[in-house]
């Protein structure tokens, strides 16, 4: 019989259990331009607490802070379970390499989700079919191959003709993995990290960018993404400012059913 | 001479300096019902990142988790300087009381803003002013009289008449303290955390609440602030879903003169 192939993502955030230590690698499948995906890195990291023994719940909130680049190669995940209650538990995890100085710092809230009012108060964005929708072609940073993007609103054309300045920072896209794969919560972390840097689109440029601070907060545990049961999302991401060399981006995920999966925001610097 | 009376914000918020450790204690002025008001919590903790002789630059981000209910009276902030780059620092902040678990559990960013291309793409949110709203009226909740909130929109009537289920979670308000204080990076951050609980809004009534994780981007500096010179801010907030008993908010905290101030996102438990 033969093994069942893992899957590119699978292997790009795979973690070798320790007991506060864990250790990882960064993957040249998903790397950016001077480091790792930030979205792979905040997978990979969650990864870690839903592999620990001790992890009850399903992830509610991760925050993610990039304090300092990240080498090609193998990186420590430091992982401490800071607060358990009955039903949630709070987790705080600092990656380092080499035992230098904590390149990646991230807190995570993991909740039992019992039973209650529910209320999608947000309503599911309009959107062209996926399959209607050719693939944005692919660009030099590996990373981006990884993902099937379609766009429907807001395809960037990053060097081409000039456009009116500022352009507006919202996108909307389908997101799915270029090798189809199933979402899960490690995907959609992922993917929460997976759009296009808000200053790209509003500048219609590549400048420098990186994001700093990314929060993701899940509206989906495990049951709830079993049902959907789908291998891409809706995505939408916009911007409120860019000021003194940082800006914001909001996000959210959306099933193909209409259920909000996950929203994000995230703080970046960029140069410009 | 006089010595210059303080304002209550400014007690509450007040902390002891140590060299990692250092002391707080809740304040009976920012009291909820059952702890103290996560803002004032959270601006303690910005305070003492402030004060710190190590700081350098503005905060640009800060995530609180709540791990833990606080109880009155003294707590420490152990607040360690995780990594300092030429141009950020990253912070960690732990709040325990009497040696126990983590109580809070926080992450801050703070960075020298550079001057850079500007755009604010949110446009700011139109709102009859100040002057000619009427305040509205105390509740039990201590923190809430040291607020002056003055309702745009959405206006909750909670324990009224009966409303539509569900109602809007959107509010649009004015928020100064209720002894006018300046607005600077903690009152921001306390504010951020002061409105009323999206699912009293979408269900017209109070319900068991408590926020989980708090994260609020500062999108002006020391110099921004000075140059709005004001004391109050028109704020918005919104909630996108409620399910299994977790629901997030996201809002806006914007000066007079239409400048955004800050965005902030939070994750919070209710029972219905």
Redesign the interface.
Known sequence: MLAKTQHLFDDATRVIAGDSRWQGRTSDDYWAFVGPFGGATAATILRALIDHPQRAGDP??L?V?F??PIAQGAFDLDVRL??A?RS?Q?W?V?MTQDGA???T?A?A?F?E??????????TFPQAVPFEQILPYPKVAAPWVKQYDFRFVDGEPDFGGKPQAM?A??FSKLWIGDRIPRKIDVLSLMSMSDAFFARVFH??GELVPFGT??L?T?F???AA?LAAEDTTRVLAVA?????????G?Q?G?LWSPGGR?LA?T?Q?G????
Request: hydrophobic share 30%; charged share 20%.
């Open positions: 509610l909130s925050t802070n304090c300092a800071v607060k209650n949630t709070h705080s600092e100085d904590v390149a710092l807190t809230v909740a989700r019992r039973p209650s009012w529910s209320h999608q108060q947000s500022p507006s920072a509003a500048r700093v601070s929060t907060y509206h989906a545990d709830d916009d911007a409120k400012i860019f000021h003194k060399s940082y914001d909001t959210e909000l929203t925001t703080i610097y960029f140069k410009a």
